[in-house]
């Protein structure tokens, strides 16, 4: 059995609430482009900062936003949960596989329910 099969999507729960927004984001949109994805992660971190949560990111300064979403970016690929190549950010396999085995498909651009895909 290879590493990846042994992955369990509840893994996400223990995740940072940046490194939870990004999934979930990747979660709806399977893959995004490095500059779109950076864009609207830091528009919806904007946004939920102006509701009042402001632990997403240390300071709600544009270039600080941008320089976190980047560095977590980079810390979900190393720790397995997105791809990187080419320009382009996309959900890891083993996530694609339990979307697909949980929906039926992957229907991209549609909200999916982390909560669904655990139980």
């Given at each position: 059995?290879?590493?990846?099969?042994?992955?369990?999507?509840?893994?996400?729960?223990?995740?940072?609430?940046?490194?939870?927004?990004?999934?979930?984001?990747?979660?709806?949109?399977?893959?995004?482009?490095?500059?779109?994805?950076?864009?609207?992660?830091?528009?919806?971190?904007?946004?939920?900062?102006?509701?009042?949560?402001?632990?997403?990111?240390?300071?709600p300064?544009?270039?600080?936003?941008?320089?976190?979403?980047?560095?977590?970016?980079?810390?979900?690929v190393?720790?397995?949960?997105?791809?990187?190549?080419?320009?382009?950010?996309?959900?890891?396999?083993?996530i694609?596989?339990?979307?697909?085995?949980?929906?039926?498909?992957?229907?991209?651009?549609?909200?999916?329910?982390?909560?669904?895909?655990?139980?």
């Amino acid at each position: 059995m290879s590493e990846a099969s042994k992955r369990s999507i509840k893994e996400i729960l223990s995740l940072s609430k940046l490194e939870r927004l990004i999934m979930d984001y990747f979660i709806k949109h399977i893959s995004a482009g490095e500059i779109i994805a950076i864009l609207d992660l830091k528009e919806d971190v904007k946004k939920r900062i102006k509701q009042g949560e402001t632990d997403l990111v240390s300071e709600p300064e544009d270039a600080i936003i941008v320089r976190e979403i980047q560095i977590t970016l980079a810390m979900l690929v190393k720790k397995g949960f997105l791809e990187y190549r080419n320009g382009v950010y996309r959900l890891a396999d083993w996530i694609i596989n339990t979307v697909k085995n949980k929906k039926g498909s992957l229907y991209p651009g549609i909200p999916k329910s982390l909560q669904d895909l655990i139980d």
